[in-house]
């Protein structure tokens, strides 16, 4: 089993659309969680830390759920510049990152 | 914002040559890190430096060694460079905390073919 796990996707979603994405991890002792953006070809950028109580920003909304061992990324009201890779890292001293999860957002 | 500067963004070199990737960071953070990235197998763990003169070994780190004299500097060297090891090849940065991690910062990526 991988340590940190993602669906490959492709999402494809229409504009306007809420979209979900989860990532599981096998380490019950991990302590840090993100979820990052990468744009095709570039670098993957910080998105946003995930916090044990969650944790909203804009239209983005973050969740741990440490019992079942997953993190959660939900995105509202989808927009064509959302499309790209999110990837889920997880983390107690190394950041072990998920392979991603392609979303494409059509008109 | 944090600045994670790769030297090269692309990168063309020949089997059995010796490969330098330099990486500065500008934010004062102890830790760096070196990954690729394959597509299907994601980003995987070169090597990583906690500290000036301290460094690591990954997840996969046959074929690359790695130097920090100075704590914003992290070269990855390629002693012999193979074609398997046509990459994107990334750097990134944080500060420590405890036991766990603060968010890593990357830089642009080098894209580096091995001929």
């Known amino acids: 089993r991988k340590e940190v796990e993602q669906d490959p996707g492709p999402f494809n979603v229409p504009e306007g659309a809420t979209v979900a994405f989860n990532c599981t991890y096998s380490?019950?002792?991990?302590?840090?969680f993100f979820w990052y953006r990468q744009d095709c070809r570039k670098e993957p950028k910080l998105l946003m830390s995930v916090y044990s109580s969650g944790n909203e920003d804009g239209r983005f909304t973050a969740q741990l759920n440490r019992a079942s061992q997953y993190i959660s990324l939900l995105i509202r009201d989808s927009k064509l510049s959302d499309s790209a890779t999110y990837l889920c890292a997880v983390g107690g001293g190394k950041l072990i990152f998920g392979q991603g999860t392609e979303l494409s957002v059509k008109p | 914002d944090v600045k994670v500067t790769q030297s090269s963004r692309y990168l063309v070199k020949r089997t059995g040559e010796k490969v330098f990737l330099e990486c500065v960071q500008d934010?004062?953070?102890?830790?760096m890190f070196w990954y690729r990235q394959d597509p299907g197998l994601g980003l995987r763990l070169i090597y990583f430096?906690?500290?000036?003169?301290?460094?690591e070994k990954g997840d996969i780190p046959e074929g690359y060694s790695v130097s920090r004299e100075k704590k914003e500097r992290f070269s990855l060297i390629l002693e012999s460079a193979s074609t398997n090891q046509t990459s994107m090849y990334l750097c990134a940065s944080s500060l420590p905390r405890g036991t766990g991690s603060l968010p890593q910062h990357f830089g642009d990526g080098t894209r580096l073919s091995i001929l």
């Open positions: 430096s906690y500290d000036v003169k301290m460094k």
């Open positions: 934010m004062d953070h102890e830790n």
């Open positions: 380490n019950s002792a991990s302590q840090s």
